[in-house]
């Protein structure tokens, strides 16, 4: 499994992918938002999401697991 784990403090405004969904690498599959700027979190690889760790409105501090991959 790989995890994929916020690069910084924010909250979750957009979740664009669901557990059993196929990803490309570069893909976005969630939208942060910190100090009032949108910051996409795309995938480096493709595969299938596994697990959401997240959900819209939660707030998440740098290195919290977002999602993981299979």
């Known amino acids: 499994?790989?995890?994929?784990?916020a690069s910084m403090a924010g909250t979750v405004w957009k979740v664009?992918?669901?557990?059993g969904e196929e990803v490309k690498a570069g893909q976005t599959v969630i939208i942060m938002e910190s100090m009032k700027m949108e910051i996409p979190v795309e995938v480096m690889m493709d595969g299938k999401v596994a697990s959401l760790h997240t959900a819209e409105g939660?707030?998440?501090n740098d290195g919290d697991v977002l999602l993981e991959l299979e």
């Open 16 to 19: 664009l992918v669901e557990v």
């Open 58 to 60: 939660e707030f998440v």
């Open 1 to 5: 499994m790989k995890k994929i784990e």
